[in-house]
């Protein structure tokens, strides 16, 4: 069955890095586009960054953009989510998911596989 399997989350200082990977398994990835969302307690989920199953296209909220930088490896079955510059309100459980087909990339609904998310904490 599909797999995403989310790491690279932990604790970190405002200003600093956390890189984000998920590999999957279970699907021909290299045909999916991906995803990065998050949900933070209290908060619906929110989406991050997205990118085509090329790596050609990349789409990111603005809260994240210079900051974010999503990429993949096909060869590898893994995306990576770079996180620069964290501030405490970027604290959340972060989800990577897969999608097929042209969506609307903000929708979470329209993805197909979910990972079960990993949680990154940023203090002030």
């Known amino acids: 069955q599909v797999q995403l399997v989310e790491s690279g989350g932990g604790l970190v200082q405002a200003g600093g890095s956390l890189r984000l990977s998920c590999a999957a398994s279970?699907?021909?990835?290299?045909?999916?586009?991906m995803g990065w969302f998050r949900q933070a307690p209290g908060k619906e989920r929110e989406f991050v960054a997205a990118?085509?199953?090329?790596?050609?296209?990349?789409y990111y909220a603005e809260f994240v953009k210079g900051r974010f930088t999503i990429s993949r490896d096909n060869a590898k079955n893994t995306v990576y989510l770079q996180m620069n510059s964290l501030k405490a309100e970027d604290t959340a459980v972060y989800y990577c998911?897969?999608?097929?087909?042209?969506?609307?990339?903000?929708?979470?609904?329209?993805?197909?596989?979910w990972g079960q998310g990993t949680q990154v904490t940023v203090s002030s």
């Open positions: 998911a897969a999608y097929g087909g042209r969506i609307k990339v903000i929708e979470d609904k329209e993805y197909h596989f």
């Open positions: 990118i085509s199953w090329s790596g050609g296209r990349t």
């Open positions: 279970g699907l021909t990835f290299s045909a999916y586009g």
